[in-house]
Structures are given as structure tokens and as C-alpha cells.
């Protein structure tokens, strides 16, 4: 078969990414990728896996000794720790204010977990003490919480929730996969038992790799499963011994840890580029400095939200518990949501992203993450979105938004 002319290169158009993630990669992470392959054993790899555990240490702002990446997308890290605390019965509570509480459902529910949940509206969060409450109530081994929600762009307080863990005996798991490299995640202040982090959010990695981090309290549970699963025979001796051995093999932290220790144990094959890219992308972070990393994020956030409401837009959600990397803004009346992203992206290849349920169609999501976390950006997107609004029948306030994210700039560099 002939090869069109488009088969054998690709071409990737240019495009400024500013939705919630996959988002434009750092080209020092680009380049860290296209290095030589080594073996998985080879001391010049496995250095490398040490910098990148005491890294992760550092960026998730904890002393955990378990601090090191799964194989997979940020879902992989979800589900590694999902699968290797809950037993069939266990009792886990969810509370849920928007799509990714769902997705804990939804793995727990897979793993025999007795799911308890709670709803808040979407657009606010949970008042720690409503959680604390049922987490008295109902005693689960297991609290699953999302940090920051990407699809209603709102941001869960997590310390006085993780100091209550610890005291009723609950292990919290805490999805922060789109707020680690943007926001402040303290592990250890905050008391969180196992939390998963991003790549492809705000540390401008490539989607396929994902930071986790957790304590002895998780590592217990975890060991005690594992001798379960070398110890004892039968399903029903398990059953009888009340621990059953963790039911995934990919996923098997008791494993994965084990190769991630000096001893090396073999598991499967560590993904090397992604590992270069990884280590390249929490270089960044560091180089830059967290808290120098978060403000430049709340800078962006700011001139972007300032530029929208002068143009005559709404945001969308409680403004008290607003995620920085993430900003949601009401679609006007009388547009399409999907016609003005559309032109957006074919004229000026900006990409932001609609959202899911109930607010499909309703809001539009912008992400402000990692290296697409720029003044260009932020500046392109509203010009983009005013000229592709008027476009699209929309009124807005001509020329109003750059002027006022260009005040917050100005503001911002005295
Ligand atoms: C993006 C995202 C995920 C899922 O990540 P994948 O890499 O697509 O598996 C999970 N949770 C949150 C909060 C996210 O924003």
C-alpha cells in the first residue's frame, strides 16, 4: 500500500494548551526524553530512581520513605493505592463534589470496598466538620478525597479532615493529581496517608507517569497483606485469617515498593524515558522553588480571572475555595460552549476544555498548569476567547481583558 505523504512524518500542528491537563511540556522535559534507554538494573539507572524518590520527598513536602512513581496514568496511581489497602468489606467514605470523587467509587467498588458517600453541590466543597462527622459515623478504614477537582475547578482543605484520620483510625488517600507542582500539598502537615500526584497537570510531563507518596501506616496494611499472600494457601484460610492477599499484580505496591528498595526486586519493566522526563520535570519544580512555583501560579490565576470579569464573563463556583490551576467561567447565554472552543482552537490553536454532567456545556475550563502556566498564555487566551466570543454572537466588553490582566502583570512586577 502506497504511504501518503502524511503517514511517514507526523505533524503536530502548534498549539498553546491551556485546558486541565495533558498540558504543553517543558522542552528541557522533551529533551531529557529522547536520551539513551539504559537497563533497569544498571547502577547509572538505578541512581537515577534514587533522585528522583528524594525528589518526590521534597516536592510533596514529606518525610515519608515511600515517595516514587507508577507506571500508568494518574488512574494507575490511584488505583495502586486503592487496590492495595482495600480488602473485600472494607468500609471506605468518599465524599464527592464533583467527577474524579466518582472515579473512587468506581475503583473501590471494583476491589469489594462498602462504599459510603457524600454529595455537596458542585462549585463548593465540603465543610471539614460535615466530613468529620461521618467519618465518626460510619469509622472506614479508608477516607478518599480529591484535593483539587478539576471538573468544577474547586479546591477540598484537607488538615483538619487528616488531623481527624489519625485520630479515628482512618487511613486518608488523597487524589492531588492536579494540584502537586501547582499548589501547596503538604503531606505531613496535613496528615495525609497516601496521596497521588500528576505529571501531565502541573509538572509538565507527559501523561503515562505518576508520583505517589506514603506513610507506615499504609506501608503496615500493605505488608500485612503481602505475608498473607506468600503465607497461606487457600482463599478460605485467608478468609478465615480476615486478610486477603491484594488483588492486582500491576498495581501490587508490596511489590512495586520492592523494587523501588535497594534490594531491586524485579517487577515489571520501569518505563526509562518517562523516568528521564520525571526527574527532568521535578528538577523544574525545584530549581524554581515551591513557593516561588505557587505564586507564579496565583499571579497567572489572577490576571486571568481579572481579564475575564472585564470582559463581561461570569466565573463559575465559590469563589472561597477557587483551585489556582484551574478556572472555570460561565459559558454566556445565546453561545454555544462547544462553537466558541472550536474557533478557538482552529484559528488560534488555543485548546480549553468544556466539563462533564450537569455542567457540560455550562462552563468552560482553563488551566493555568506547570509551563503552560505563562504570561503569553494567559494573554492569547483572552484575546482568543474575546475575538472567538464576538465571532460566535456574544457580546462582550471590547478590549477590556487584556488591559485589566496586564494591570494585574504590571502590579504583580513592582
Ligand atoms: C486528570 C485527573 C485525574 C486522572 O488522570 P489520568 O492521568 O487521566 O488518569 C484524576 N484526578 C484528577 C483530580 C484529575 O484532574
Known amino acids: 500500500m502506497e504511504r501518503t505523504k502524511e503517514q511517514k512524518m507526523l505533524k503536530i500542528p502548534p498549539r498553546k494548551i491551556m485546558t486541565p491537563g495533558p498540558v504543553e511540556v517543558d522542552p528541557r522535559v522533551l529533551r531529557a526524553m529522547s536520551m539513551p534507554i539504559l537497563g533497569q538494573f544498571d547502577p547509572a539507572f538505578t541512581q537515577i530512581m534514587n533522585e528522583v524518590m528524594d525528589m518526590l520527598r521534597e516536592a510533596f513536602q514529606t518525610k515519608n520513605h515511600w515517595a516514587y512513581p507508577i507506571d500508568g496514568t494518574s488512574r494507575a496511581g490511584l488505583e495502586a493505592v486503592i487496590a492495595s489497602l482495600i480488602e473485600p468489606g472494607d468500609r471506605m467514605l468518599v465524599p464527592i463534589y464533583g467527577r474524579f470523587g466518582d472515579l473512587f467509587?468506581?475503583?473501590?467498588?471494583?476491589?469489594?470496598?462498602?462504599?459510603?458517600?457524600?454529595?455537596?453541590?458542585?462549585?463548593?466543597?465540603?465543610?471539614?466538620?460535615?466530613?468529620?462527622?461521618?467519618?465518626?459515623?460510619?469509622?472506614?478504614?479508608?477516607?478518599?478525597?480529591?484535593?483539587?477537582?478539576t471538573s468544577t475547578g474547586r479546591m477540598q482543605p484537607l488538615s483538619e479532615i487528616g488531623h481527624a484520620c489519625r485520630e479515628f483510625d482512618a487511613l486518608l488517600v488523597v487524589d492531588s493529581v492536579a494540584?502537586?507542582?501547582?499548589?501547596?500539598?503538604?503531606?505531613?502537615?496535613?496528615?495525609?496517608?497516601?496521596?497521588?500526584?500528576?505529571?501531565?497537570?502541573?509538572?509538565?510531563?507527559?501523561?503515562?507517569i505518576t508520583p505517589i507518596t506514603y506513610n507506615e501506616r499504609v506501608e503496615k496494611v500493605i505488608l500485612s497483606r503481602k505475608k498473607v499472600a506468600r503465607g497461606i494457601a487457600t482463599d478460605s484460610d485467608r478468609r478465615a485469617a480476615s486478610v486477603m492477599p491484594i488483588r492486582s499484580n500491576y498495581f501490587d505496591l508490596s511489590q512495586l515498593q520492592d523494587y523501588w528498595s535497594e534490594r531491586r526486586l524485579n517487577h515489571h519493566t520501569e518505563a526509562t524515558s518517562m523516568e528521564y522526563a520525571l526527574h527532568?520535570?521535578?528538577?523544574?519544580?525545584?530549581?524554581?522553588?515551591?513557593?516561588?512555583?505557587?505564586?507564579?501560579?496565583?499571579?497567572?490565576?489572577?490576571?486571568?480571572?481579572?481579564?475575564?470579569?472585564?470582559?463581561?464573563?461570569?466565573?463559575?463556583?465559590?469563589?472561597?475555595?477557587?483551585?489556582?490551576?484551574?478556572?472555570?467561567?460561565a459559558v454566556p447565554d445565546g453561545?454555544?460552549?462547544?462553537?466558541?472552543?472550536?474557533?478557538?482552537?482552529?484559528?488560534?490553536?488555543?485548546?480549553?476544555?468544556?466539563?462533564?454532567?450537569?455542567?457540560?456545556?455550562?462552563?468552560?475550563?482553563?488551566?493555568?498548569?506547570?509551563?503552560?502556566?505563562?504570561?503569553?498564555?494567559?494573554?492569547?487566551?483572552?484575546?482568543?476567547?474575546?475575538?472567538?466570543?464576538?465571532?460566535?454572537?456574544?457580546?462582550?466588553?471590547?478590549?477590556?481583558?487584556?488591559?485589566?490582566?496586564?494591570?494585574?502583570?504590571?502590579?504583580?512586577?513592582?
Open 335 to 414: 453561545v454555544s460552549a462547544d462553537d466558541v472552543r472550536n474557533v478557538l482552537l482552529k484559528q488560534f490553536g488555543i485548546e480549553i476544555a468544556g466539563s462533564f454532567g450537569s455542567l457540560q456545556g455550562k462552563i468552560w475550563r482553563i488551566g493555568t498548569m506547570g509551563y503552560g502556566c505563562r504570561k503569553d498564555n494567559v494573554l492569547a487566551v483572552l484575546a482568543g476567547l474575546e475575538a472567538s466570543l464576538i465571532r460566535c454572537g456574544g457580546s462582550v466588553n471590547r478590549g477590556e481583558a487584556l488591559q485589566a490582566a496586564l494591570d494585574v502583570y504590571d502590579e504583580a512586577a513592582e
Open 280 to 329: 527532568e520535570g521535578l528538577r523544574l519544580v525545584l530549581d524554581e522553588g515551591l513557593a516561588a512555583r505557587f505564586i507564579r501560579h496565583k499571579v497567572n490565576e489572577k490576571a486571568l480571572m481579572v481579564g475575564i470579569e472585564a470582559m463581561g464573563l461570569e466565573l463559575f463556583g465559590d469563589p472561597d475555595c477557587k483551585m489556582p490551576t484551574v478556572t472555570c467561567v
Open 179 to 208: 494540584t502537586f507542582g501547582g499548589a501547596d500539598v503538604r503531606v505531613d502537615e496535613w496528615c495525609l496517608d497516601a496521596v497521588i500526584g500528576g505529571a501531565q497537570k502541573c509538572l509538565s510531563v507527559p501523561s503515562g
Open 105 to 149: 467509587v468506581e475503583i473501590g467498588e471494583r476491589y469489594g470496598a462498602e462504599i459510603h458517600t457524600m454529595n455537596c453541590p458542585w462549585g463548593t466543597v465540603f465543610e471539614p466538620q460535615e466530613v468529620i462527622n461521618e467519618l465518626k459515623k460510619i469509622r472506614p478504614k479508608v477516607v478518599a478525597l480529591v484535593h483539587g477537582e
